[in-house]
């Protein structure tokens, strides 16, 4: 599979898991805490400025990682995404105040923060997961990131 850019590069599947793979290790390497606002003074004003949530830049790049990777899934990948998904689920449900009712018949409803460093803890065995899965099919030299590429090299050699 060949993707074209507009300075008619060519971008293989292989090329787009790495760069996402790499921006991923990239996130990871800064400390992971909430959003906040940051005052900035500029002459006579002052500015709010929002600094994005890291623990949720983290989760949303292993999420689309995981859906941009899901056809490629072996049985195993699969089993353990489902598994995931439902501790993310759970976690959700608690975080909602819907979890399951413990013994004294309360539900327990967890904090924001709570909810994200659980969260991005099953997104961290997610990440994981998925590298088992890379190196079972050996992304660095695996077929699956270039099929259709013969199809599409005779294609563009037909313009």
């Known amino acids: 599979m060949v ?5 008619k590069e060519k971008k293989t599947f292989r090329d787009i898991v790495l760069a996402h793979l790499s921006k991923i290790l ?5 400390e992971f805490k909430g959003g906040y606002f940051q005052k900035e003074i500029k002459g006579n004003y002052t ?9 949720k830049r983290m989760c949303q ?3 689309f990682f995981s859906f941009l990777l899901q056809p490629h899934y072996d049985k195993d990948m699969r089993d353990k995404a489902e598994e ?19 013994e004294e018949d ?10 994200m460093i ?5 997104m961290k065995e997610l990440f994981e997961e998925i590298n088992h899965l890379l190196q079972r099919k050996n992304y660095l030299k695996e077929e699956i990131y270039q099929e259709g590429l013969e199809d599409m090299d005779d294609e563009d050699d037909e313009e």
Do not use: V, W
């Not at 993707?3 to 300075?7: L, Q, R, S, V």
């Not at 309360?106 to 909810?115: D, G, H, N």
């Open 61 to 63: 790049a292993i999420e």
């Open 84 to 102: 995931i998904q439902r501790k993310i689920k759970e976690n959700l449900e608690d975080y909602n105040g819907k979890g399951k009712k413990k």
């Open 3 to 7: 993707f074209m850019t507009g300075a």
């Open 47 to 55: 500015e709010e400025i929002y600094i994005p949530d890291s623990r």
């Open 26 to 30: 990239e996130i990871s390497l800064d």
């Open 118 to 122: 659980i969260k991005l803890k099953h």
């Open 106 to 115: 309360e539900i327990k409803k967890i904090t924001r923060e709570e909810f």
